[in-house]
């Protein structure tokens, strides 16, 4: 549990009081994924105004099947983006 602690203070460090970016941050709006069901890399946009922690359904652009996508920003609006096969 002390992890997750940790990290929701280097949200809160990270954010302002709204739990907005600070306007001096550069934050990530693309990336590259791997497909888990047909493995071609695809390009996939980022909303930064989403939030810091992202969960959301996406389809692949080449086979169409969906996909998990799991978005978080960490400090520095560094990304880290991973994708699973979706249960749907």
């Known amino acids: 549990m002390k992890h997750r602690e ?3 203070q280097q949200e809160s460090e990270d954010a302002d009081a709204g739990g ?4 001096d941050q ?3 709006t693309e990336t590259d994924v791997t497909c888990p069901y047909c493995g071609e890399t695809v390009s996939i946009s980022l909303d930064p105004g989403g939030g810091m922690a992202q969960e959301y359904v996406e389809d692949c652009q ?3 099947r ?3 996508v799991h978005v978080y ?3 520095g609006g560094a990304v880290e983006v991973t994708v699973e096969a ?3």
């Open 26 to 28: 550069v934050l990530e």
């Open 20 to 23: 907005r970016w600070q306007a």
């Open 6 to 8: 940790n990290e929701e």
């Open 86 to 88: 979706s249960a749907e």
């Open 62 to 64: 080449v086979c169409c």
């Open 66 to 68: 969906p996909w998990q």
């Open 73 to 75: 920003y960490a400090r």
